[in-house]
Nanobody, 119 residues
Framework: QVQLVESGGGLVQAGGSLRLSCAASGRTFSSYAMGWFRQAPGKEREFVTRISLSGIVRYYADSVKGRFTISRDNAKNTVYLQMNSLKPEDTAVYYC????????????WGQGTQVTVSS
């Protein structure tokens, strides 16, 4: 079992940056692939990025490739999402997820953090 708590969301102008953090409880953090998903108003939740247990392998949705970077610190039980060159279409609730499979399903979810990008 793992519990996830996101932080770092907020309001930013287009072209700006934000860094989201996700703190995980439990001793098994390093055993899980981690990821971020997002859900915009009126839309379904979508995959953003996934990072492997070691942090070496990372996947990104085409819409964020080259702008977003996922990383993890297994010593701190934390995963990060650095978001640069933000666009209004990045506005969404961002969810941290644990035990993210290669099929992009997740076993555990955080409560979400709002990111709003103004034009």
């Amino acid at each position: 079992q793992v519990q996830l708590v996101e932080s770092g969301g907020g309001l930013v102008q287009a072209g700006g940056s934000l860094r989201l953090s996700c703190a995980a409880s439990g001793r098994t953090f390093s055993s899980y692939a981690m990821g971020w998903f997002r859900q915009a108003p009126g839309k379904e939740r979508e995959f953003v990025t996934r990072i492997s247990l070691s942090g070496i392998v990372r996947y990104y949705a085409d819409s964020v490739k080259g702008r977003f970077t996922i990383s993890r610190d297994n010593a701190k039980n934390t995963v990060y999402l650095q978001m640069n060159s933000l666009k209004p279409e990045d506005t969404a609730v961002y969810y941290c997820a644990a035990d993210v499979s290669k099929a992009l399903t997740a076993g555990y979810w955080g409560q979400g953090t709002q990111v709003t990008v103004s034009s």
